[in-house]
């Protein structure tokens, strides 16, 4: 879509009141209903019992407001300190995404392009007049991860610069050529984060703070590159095996400059999701360009944007990353479409806890959605078969003609002594053969017996049918 001409103090109006009503949307959330906080709390409390993580920081976003926050579990072990939704916790690779937005600012204001070398900036690179801006932020440029392990080798404890890093892992023969794999590698973003500040003219965080930090209203973020977390924030911890807790140690200063940097809590992450959804930070382009996977010169998708994992979940586009730094693990994802998000943050490293919580709360949140209206129908449909009923009105030729009279006659006679249901809920939903296909529990004191049908896309029902469990 082609932008209006506007002036500049036209458009930064706009821009402020879009800003203004996302920060009021974070501000005022939309309460979780009563059932799903119940069934958020079986979820994240289940996972901590199985995995044995200390904590979870957890936070919603439902129609693009904030509408759960939470926190389970141990903040820290000992001395103890029960987790707080207030608690910032490391969000390790997440932070990669601010930085791709950093990028994608400077070149709304054309002082770079996605399409330059990385040799405009940061010179005597391995191929830095052919690697691109775009391919550093999608790790298709070949540069080598200097962080691959899941813990903290003992060098990462001393601290370094980040062209130190790049002396050693950016100034040798790339991986592969330019564009044609696709491999992730922290590296990439040390050097993004060193052309933002060479295009902006300035440090990295304070340009981060200045446009998005601050304008979102994100006012407990902190770099942990540089410094610790504080004794009111989570604290980090790892395990050898399936052995005991211990706390983990935090990298030299400089390791994490650009590629996980940032500790924030789940409510700050949250606000950022929102603004992703309501495009109040970048232009829409821009979110297009980051949002969009990116393609291999040989043809081949990479599931991946600019700083941010692209896929499709539950019939949704999600944007979506995980990190991991020592002592803590986060997933965020988004669906921009459903105008939803969920962040989960852990205190553990090398744990699958966030990721394992976040897909079962998205998922219990679209089951939710999508079965409230099908339940209610499916519900009606069977109330009025337990009495031998039924509005060939909602169903297709083919389906009127399964339920003749002798159908209808079992059915009412089978289900009608069994009462009203003390529960009816959809199980399961698929697409097959251009219908969608839907199961339902539905409970009594004394049986539980099943539901399962087929709904054309004109919302015709082309199958419905009961049965014992």
Sequence with gaps: MNRLPWSGSLRAVFILILLTASLLQAQTPASLSAA????????????????????????IVQSGALSYLEAYGDGRIEPHMPALPSMRYSIGSISKQFTAAAVLLLAEQGKLSLDDPVS???PNLTRGNEVTIRELLSHTSGYQDYWPQDYVPPFMLQPITANKILDRWARKPLD????????YSNTNFVIAGLIVEKASGEPLLQFLSKHIFTPLGMKSVMNIDQNRLTETDATGYLRYAIGPLRPAPKEGKGWLFAAGELAMPAEDLAKWDISMINHTVLQPASYAQME??????????????LGVDVRQEFGQRAIEHDGEVS????????????RMAVVVLVNEDSAAASGDIARQIAALLFR????GKQEDQSREIFAALQQGKINRA???DNCNSYFTEQALRDFASSLGPLGSPAEFTQTNKQDRGGMTFRSFEVRFPQKTVMVWERIMPDGKIEQYQAGAK
């Design 292 to 305: 969009k996977e990116v393609v291999l010169k040989n043809g081949l998708g990479t599931r991946y944007g």
């Design 394 to 396: 909602l169903f297709t």
């Design 120 to 122: 405009r900036f940061v």
């Design 176 to 183: 592969f050529d330019p564009g044609t794999e696709w491999q």
């Design 368 to 371: 939710e959605a999508d079965a």
């Design 327 to 338: 002592g803590f693990t986060a997933q965020n994802t988004v669906f921009p479409d459903g």
């Design 36 to 59: 799903l906080r119940e069934k958020v709390d079986v979820i994240v409390r289940q996972a901590l019992t199985t995995t044995g993580v200390p904590s979870a920081s957890i936070a």
